[in-house]
C-alpha cells in the first residue's frame, strides 16, 4: 500500500502521507493501533485525489480532526485515515460578523479571532479543544451554547466528490447530533456572530474557564465526556451516585475529578476503556434504568 500510494504522491499530493500509524498519537486519549495509512490534505484537490485514489484501490476511508473525541481499538484501522488537521484552517470574514472557517480549524483559534473582533457567540466553546468540523457534526456545545447558535450552513464534499452546501434547516441538529450525509466531508462553515466587545466577549469566556476549572484540573489523557447527558439529567452525576469514581480497569480509570470522563493513567488499552464504559452504562442502567448513550466515537479493529 505504502509504495502504491508513494506513486501517487509523486504525481499529485501536496500533503504528507505517513504510514503503520500509532494512532496513540493522534488521539487525546493516548491510546489506538496502528493505522494502514494517514493522509493530511492541504486543500480541496488533495482530498479529492485521496478520495478517488482510495476508490480505485477498495481502500476503506476513515476521516478524524484533532482526534479530541476519539477512541481507536487495538487492532487499528485499515485503509486510509484522512486527517483534517493540518490544512483547511483558514478564516475568512464577509462582513464584520460572517466567518467561513475551514473545517480543520481549531475551535480555540476561531475563539480567539471572534473575541479580537468583539464578536459573541462563541464563548461557550471555551475549553473545547476539537476542530470546527469536529463540533459541527456532533454539535458540540456547553452551559447551554451549542455550535447551531452560530453555525448558518457548512460547504461539503459528497460521496460522489460534488460540492454541495447545507443550511442550518437543512442540518436538522439536536443534541450533540447534527444531519451531515452519510460520506460527506465538511470543507468549511459558515457562522454568523454578534457583535458585543473585546472586553464584553473575553468577560464571558472567564466565566466559562471558571466554570471548566473543574474538569480542567484533569491532567492525565482524555477524550472529554464519554457519555451524552440523559434528557434532564447529568450522566456525570449519575455515573457519580453508583460509586464508580476511580474504578480502574488495566490503565483506564474513572476519573476521581468527573465521573463522566476515562482518564489514561499509563498505558491504558482501548479495551480497558470499553470495559469501564460497559459497565459505567450496566451500573447506571441497574441503579435507574436509563441507558447512557457514548458521545464519543469509536473506530477500528479489536
Not at 486510509?80 to 484552517?89: L, P
Not at 482518564?263 to 459505567?280: E, H, I, K, Q
Amino acid at each position: 500500500m505504502a509504495e502504491q500510494f508513494n506513486l501517487f504522491q509523486i504525481e499529485r499530493f501536496k500533503g504528507k502521507a505517513l504510514f503503520n500509524v500509532p494512532m496513540s498519537r493522534y488521539t487525546s486519549l493516548k491510546i489506538g493501533g496502528n493505522a494502514d495509512c494517514m493522509a493530511f490534505p492541504k486543500d480541496e484537490t488533495d482530498l479529492r485525489d485521496i478520495l478517488s485514489f482510495a476508490a480505485s484501490k477498495n481502500f476503506p476511508v476513515h476521516l478524524i480532526g484533532a482526534g479530541t473525541n476519539l477512541l481507536v481499538r487495538d487492532g487499528g484501522i485499515r485503509g486510509v485515515v484522512v486527517n483534517m488537521s493540518e490544512g483547511f484552517s483558514d478564516i475568512n470574514w464577509t462582513g464584520e460578523d460572517i466567518c467561513i472557517a475551514g473545517s480543520g480549524l481549531r475551535l480555540a483559534e476561531l475563539l480567539s479571532e471572534a473575541s479580537r473582533r468583539g464578536l459573541t457567540g462563541l464563548e461557550f466553546a471555551c475549553g473545547i479543544p476539537g476542530t470546527i468540523g469536529g463540533a459541527v457534526i456532533m454539535n458540540a456545545g456547553a452551559y447551554g451554547g451549542e455550535m447551531k447558535d452560530v453555525v448558518e450552513g457548512i460547504e461539503i464534499l459528497t460521496a460522489k466528490l460534488k460540492k454541495g452546501f447545507l443550511s442550518r434547516a437543512e442540518l436538522k441538529f439536536s443534541y450533540r447530533h447534527s444531519a451531515v450525509p452519510q460520506g460527506a466531508i465538511i470543507l468549511r462553515a459558515h457562522m454568523r456572530f454578534e457583535k458585543n466587545t473585546p472586553d464584553g466577549v473575553e468577560g464571558r469566556m472567564k466565566e466559562f474557564r471558571k466554570k471548566r476549572e473543574t474538569t480542567m484540573a484533569i491532567r492525565f489523557p482524555n477524550a472529554g465526556s464519554i457519555f451524552k447527558n440523559p434528557e434532564g439529567f447529568s450522566a456525570g452525576k449519575l455515573i457519580d451516585e453508583t460509586g464508580l469514581k476511580g474504578k480502574r480497569i488495566g490503565d483506564a480509570a474513572i476519573s476521581e475529578i468527573h465521573a463522566n470522563y476515562i482518564v489514561n493513567t499509563g498505558r491504558a488499552t482501548a479495551r480497558d476503556v470499553l470495559s469501564l464504559m460497559a459497565l459505567m452504562r450496566d451500573t447506571v442502567h441497574r441503579n435507574t434504568g436509563i441507558v447512557l448513550e457514548p458521545e464519543i466515537r469509536v473506530m477500528g479493529d479489536d
